[in-house]
């Protein structure tokens, strides 16, 4: 609804035909909804659309943002701050499960999720793990936004103004808006020129008075609090029900870091198969189920005329679940991801990009991963788990979730 005529595509090749057709300024059909309140209701506070919206706009700030964003070292420099918040998480774990030890893990790492975006974008610590302040009342606002917006995202812009939900969509995002400047405002006033924090290396580029270190905070807080938080969960669920899978992860982490030592970059680099699981449980419960884009020419996809302004949904979720691609596609498999090992994959490039592809590919994916890497160390150094409970599946709300408590539990080491 709202979006005129769809076509879905679930084969590698014509996803891969899709983004061959990207323009310089590549449109995703659910941002409209997003660039329409920033540019209409909210006016006043942006004076940029930031990343979610499809204009020049969205052109200006990637250019900018890109290469600072997607560069490796960027997101290396907070490993030790995400080592110190992935402690405070297993401390949280420990301290709240079940006397029988059982947990359902999404809801703490979603402020393990938040408390990352906080002290990577924002310069602070949120406190959203410790449940109080700023942190406790941004993961409400954020979840609250998330579920109006599943809703206007197919509306159409000319009546959504009208609507109670838009009111409160609105009113949401302005207080997101006003917790995150405060942050943002600060960090940018106790900056050193030497400062080598994305803060600082956005000031430096766009400017002291540029809103763009703002916005970026905001937007890294819309897309990444549940997308990271539900991989998390995802990842967590592979792990216990596949106890021989968390036994090899374990062992790695032993030899390589120690039973209770600490991340260094070097260590990081040689963890093959921690990397190996993450993408694993990304290619069967992806967080985000997919892509769009809007036709911008006459196209020719497997053999289908697709006319101008055609919504193009790429359903990545069965593409990464296809036998073709994958045989077994449920088993969690991490050895896929090992180069030399029989169980390589030999699906196409395409079948497989939860982070997207091209110029739309997900900007803040270093830091995401790095968010993941750490705390499957930490947890696995601190808990051995254990789930017996039913097959976990998901469902699709701004991003996808798990369909049913994943109630795991945690065993200290």
């Known amino acids: 609804p709202g979006q005129g005529t769809m076509v879905i595509l679930f084969r590698p090749e014509d996803i891969k035909t899709m983004y061959s057709n990207d323009g310089k300024i590549p449109e995703i059909p659910g941002f409209d909804m997003w660039e329409f309140v920033r540019k209409t209701s909210m006016k006043d506070r942006y004076t940029t659309a930031g990343l979610i919206n ?23 420099y907070y490993l030790s701050e995400m080592e110190d918040i992935a402690i405070e998480l297993a401390d949280k774990i420990h301290e709240v499960k079940g006397e029988d030890g059982i947990l359902n893990p999404l809801a703490v790492v979603q402020e393990y999720a938040l408390e990352a975006v906080g002290c990577v974008f924002m310069g602070t610590r949120l406190g959203a793990l410790k449940g109080v302040g700023d942190g406790k009342r941004l993961i409400e606002n954020i979840k609250k936004s998330n579920a109006y917006m599943m809703d206007l995202a197919f509306l159409p812009t000319s009546i959504a103004p009208y609507l109670p939900i838009y009111k409160k969509f609105v009113n949401y995002q302005t207080e997101a808006f006003d917790i995150s400047k405060i942050h943002v405002d600060e960090a940018i ?12 290396k956005l000031v430096r580029k766009c400017g002291k008075d540029s809103a763009i270190p703002l916005i970026m905070g905001i937007d890294a807080l819309i897309v990444g609090i549940d997308t990271t938080g539900s991989s998390a969960a995802f990842l967590l669920y592979h792990l216990a029900d596949n106890p021989d899978k968390q036994d090899r992860l374990y062992e790695e982490i032993c030899q390589i870091v120690g039973p209770k030592g600490k991340m260094t970059e070097s260590a990081l680099g040689k963890m093959k198969y921690m990397k ?56 969690f498999l991490p050895e896929r991801w090992l180069r030399g090992c029989p169980e390589r994959h030999n699906a196409h490039s395409f079948a497989n990009i939860p982070w997207g592809h091209g110029a739309r590919a997900c900007i803040g994916q270093r830091f995401a991963k790095l968010e993941l890497y750490v705390l499957m160390v930490k947890l696995v150094q601190r808990f051995r788990m254990e789930y017996t409970g039913d097959k976990v599946e998901t469902v699709t709300h701004l991003v996808s979730m798990p369909d049913k408590p994943i109630n795991i539990k945690f065993i200290k080491r």
């Open 54 to 76: 499809n204009t020049q706009d969205w052109y200006d700030v990637r250019h900018k943002v890109q290469q600072d964003m997607m560069r490796p070292k960027s997101a290396l």
């Open 189 to 200: 006033a106790k900056m050193k020129d030497t400062d080598d924090t994305v803060i600082a």
């Open 276 to 331: 190996a699981c993450q993408i694993e449980s990304q290619r069967i419960l992806p967080a985000a189920f997919g892509s769009s884009r809007r036709a911008e020419t006459d196209l020719v996809i497997g053999g289908y005329e697709i006319p101008e302004g055609t919504t193009i949904v790429r359903c990545g979720s069965a593409s990464s679940n296809d036998p073709e691609s994958f045989p077994n596609p449920d088993e």
